[in-house]
């Protein structure tokens, strides 16, 4: 019912920035929660970020925290990921989602869209 498009990823070096940017379409997403969620190569999807329906609170993993911001727009039927001070290891294949909840959702079982992902590459 949902349709989500992540894009903004990209090549950049340690230290410098990403902005992502998640399109929803099918239905507004201003009931759902949504989260940022990652998966490098070799490893299993992992929370990055959610945020509550209304932009209100947010939750934010502790590799992440104080260095990307999760926001929404929810008139544009958008979800974002500000990514500040990229380090090599935030190389990931990033996934947007979106959950019935309309709080902050951090497990993955409760989200029930998914993106196709945009790759981040973080070059040392």
């Known amino acids: 019912q949902v349709q989500l498009v992540e894009s903004g990823g990209g090549l950049v070096q340690a230290g410098g920035s990403l902005a992502l940017s998640c399109a929803a379409s099918?239905?507004?997403?201003?009931?759902?929660?949504m989260g940022w969620f990652r998966q490098a190569a070799g490893k299993e999807r992992q929370f990055v970020a959610a945020?509550?329906?209304?932009?209100?609170?947010?939750y934010y993993a502790d590799s992440v925290k104080g260095r990307f911001t999760i926001s929404r727009d929810n008139a544009k039927n958008t979800l974002y990921l500000q990514m500040n001070s990229l380090k090599p290891e935030d190389t990931a294949l990033y996934y947007c989602?979106?959950?019935?909840?309309?709080?902050?959702?951090?497990?993955?079982?409760?989200?029930?869209?998914w993106g196709q992902g945009t790759q981040v590459t973080v070059s040392s």
């Open positions: 989602a979106a959950s019935p909840a309309f709080g902050v959702v951090r497990s993955q079982r409760l989200y029930n869209y």
């Open positions: 945020i509550s329906s209304s932009g209100t609170s947010s």
């Open positions: 099918g239905r507004p997403i201003n009931t759902y929660g």
